[in-house]
């Protein structure tokens, strides 16, 4: 074999070594991308149900489970420091209390321990007395709620609501010349500005004062005080009572 032809045998000896063969062609290296995202798929567990709070809301309103709204009117509230599941359970709480199938024991429960607004306004406007009445006497409630409760049907819700500290002056003084308002309510009105509640604006608590001494259905021993007020507004009214 001549120099020239060993030659060219080595060339083409070379060049059929350099190509790839068909099995390592058709076997791409894998990239590990690709390798973790599909074991992540793989580890992947479907997403707890989880109810939304306006479908837990109206659920809960028009429920007829006394026994669920009894247990969810007891549950204690979350701690104030997780904000979403605090919120959402006051919220909840709302559709509880404005749903008579919730047994009146647990409105009442609520009426006498929640400081929220939203609930109270519901058992504001409760069909029982007993729960509107706790509300009147709730001291967490807004002044013009406890307004409102100054003129309920109902005596006793009046009355409790007169003698909140929340309630406002101009509440107090029409509350104090109704002529349907109870002995026992005016003579706790007879006493503000002087011994219960001294801090209270003079001129105020005078005129409430004053309607009280007005009005026929004081008793005597609160209209016999009276005519010793220090206000001399109110002495005279109540020397002009005979």
């Given amino acids: 074999m001549t120099d020239q032809a060993a030659q060219s045998s080595e060339q083409q000896a070379a060049q059929t070594a350099a190509q790839p063969t068909p099995q390592s062609a058709a076997q791409p290296v894998p990239r590990s991308g690709s390798t973790q995202s599909a074991a992540q ?3 992947t567990q479907p997403a707890p149900d989880f109810e939304p709070l306006t479908a837990t809301y109206e659920r809960l309103r028009h429920s007829t489970d006394s026994a669920e709204l009894s247990e969810f009117a007891r549950r204690p509230l979350p701690d104030r ?3 979403a599941a605090f919120s959402r359970a006051t919220a909840l709480l709302e559709a509880v209390a404005g749903n008579p ?4 024991a647990d409105r009442l429960f609520l009426a006498q321990t929640m400081p929220f607004p939203n609930i109270l306004v519901k058992l504001s406007a409760d069909p029982s007395a007993e729960v509107r009445q706790a509300v009147a006497m709730n001291g967490d409630d807004k002044n013009w709620l406890v307004g409102r409760l100054t003129k309920d049907a109902v005596p ?3 009355d409790a609501a007169l003698r909140n500290r929340r309630t406002s002056w101009k509440m107090r003084l029409e509350g104090a010349q109704d002529p349907t308002a109870d002995a026992q309510t005016l ?3 007879s006493h503000l500005g002087i ?3 001294p801090d209270a604006p003079a001129i105020l608590a005078s005129m409430v004062r004053r309607a009280v001494a007005l009005n026929p ?3 005597a021993e609160t209209l016999s005080r009276l ?3 220090p206000s001399a507004e109110v002495a005279k009214a109540a020397k002009s009572r005979n």
Avoid at 101 to 104: H, I
């Fill in 41 to 43: 798929s793989g580890s």
């Fill in 81 to 83: 420091s997780d904000q």
């Fill in 101 to 104: 199938c919730t047994p009146e």
């Fill in 156 to 158: 006793e819700v009046r």
């Fill in 187 to 189: 003579e706790f009105l």
């Fill in 195 to 197: 011994d219960s509640e």
């Fill in 217 to 219: 259905n004081v008793d």
């Fill in 227 to 229: 005519r010793d007020d």
